[in-house]
């Protein structure tokens, strides 16, 4: 399967195919899986941990510009958030927390 064509079936904000194709390499190095990128959007995180803090970890509180990637493989989804043109980062299940309104668009 040739996971290029269906990173670009999905409509991406301007500016986030570098971030997606980042995301969709790590999760098949990290898991080894041919994912999907099933949900891409600009978002700002409301502080520097973007949206993925860890746990007993303190971050400056300051907005930042940022990306919510979502992929699947089979039955499997996988999150990963970035900053600005950063590189993605991926948040397991049960530490996203939400995004505040895109300021980009």
Not at 48 to 54: D, K, R, T
Not at 69 to 89: K, M, Q, W
Request: aromatic share 8%.
């Amino acid at each position: 399967m040739n996971w290029t064509f269906l990173v670009m079936a999905l409509a991406i904000p301007p500016g986030g195919q570098p971030i997606v194709t980042a995301a969709i390499a790590d999760a098949q190095q990290r898991f080894g899986v041919q994912a999907q990128a099933t949900r891409v959007e600009r978002v700002t995180w409301p502080d520097m941990s973007l949206g993925c803090p860890a746990k007993g970890m303190h971050y400056p509180q300051r907005t930042v510009p940022g990306w919510r990637i979502v992929l699947s493989a089979g039955a499997r989804t996988f999150e990963y958030h970035a900053g600005g043109t950063g590189d993605p980062v991926y948040c397991p299940a049960g530490r996203a927390t939400p995004a505040l309104p895109d300021t980009l668009t």
